[in-house]
């Protein structure tokens, strides 16, 4: 690869595992040179991250549970001392109760509709926010949706209402933020085989259903969504803001 990302510094938010959308994007900015900074939500996730960052060149392995103020804070804080700035964030965060992700949208629980917008949606505005004062001079924002904010895509549900709403967020903080230089993009990724991902009935049904209708007939990897995040964060992209990109092999584009 090229050293598009020789001497920049960022945050990844949402590595749990190897399948992660969020370690296909650590793996390719990585590759062009950049130093970052993985987290992880509770120990339970720790010793993954670690084993997986343990790959990398110097990297940073710190905790983000994104629904508490204080460790959103805390990161920061530590990310100041260590990096001294950021020049990119990456957002691979979202949650939904499961019970939510199946039957009827009508049947979202008041409860279940307030996590998915705390854990998806407002935990970018409060990441964007403390990433801000770091980012002088310029950065790069990128965080991930799908489809489902688009149109209403059979079980995705509350968590398509959330995209909606952070693809929302996207603009508004490009409008914000791009007096500062500070650049935010959203990749809509096609369904890809994670683990949070199979964890959803019907998925696997799914990600057969998109490789069939998608104009390119297959399915998207992750590191094909780290390619296009490469660009997102580079000087690539300068000109782009407020964009949401689709890394979809093409499905967004037709109809049936
Ligand atoms: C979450 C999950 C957010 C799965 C997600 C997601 N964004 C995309 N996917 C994959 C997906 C899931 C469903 C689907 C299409 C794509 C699971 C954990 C909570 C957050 O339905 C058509 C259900």
């Not at 001079?137 to 995705?156: D, F, L, R």
């Not at 996207?170 to 990724?189: K, T």
Request: hydrophobic residues 45%; aromatic residues 6%.
């Amino acid at each position: 690869m090229t050293g598009l990302m020789e001497g920049k510094k960022g945050v990844i938010l949402g590595v749990a595992n190897k399948r992660s959308i969020a370690w296909g994007i650590t793996q390719v900015v990585c590759q062009a040179g950049a130093r970052v900074a993985l987290t992880y939500q509770g120990e339970r996730f720790e010793e993954s991250v670690r084993s997986l960052a343990a790959e990398l060149d110097n990297p940073l392995v710190l905790p983000c549970d994104v629904s508490d103020d204080g460790q959103i804070d805390e990161l920061f804080r530590t990310l100041e001392k260590e990096f001294g700035r950021l020049d990119f964030l990456v957002h691979s965060i979202a949650f939904a109760p499961k019970e939510a992700l199946e039957g009827e949208f009508v049947n979202t629980a008041r409860e279940a509709y307030r996590i998915a917008q705390d854990v998806s949606v407002y935990s970018l505005v409060a990441l964007a926010r403390g990433a801000r004062p770091l980012m002088q001079g310029g950065g790069s924002i990128v965080a991930m949706t799908y489809y489902g904010a688009e149109k209403a895509v059979p079980n995705y549900n509350v968590m398509g209402v959330a995209k909606s709403a952070l693809e929302s967020a996207v603009r508004y903080l490009a409008s914000d933020l791009g007096p500062e230089g500070i650049r935010v993009n959203a990749i809509s990724a096609g369904p890809i085989n994670t683990v949070a991902a199979r964890g959803v009935s019907g998925f696997t049904g799914m990600l057969k259903l998109h490789a069939e209708r998608a104009p390119l007939r297959r399915n998207v990897t992750q590191e094909e969504v780290g390619k296009a995040a490469l660009f997102l964060l580079s000087d690539l992209a300068s000109g782009v803001t407020g964009e949401v990109l689709h890394v979809d092999a093409g499905y967004h584009a037709v109809g049936m």
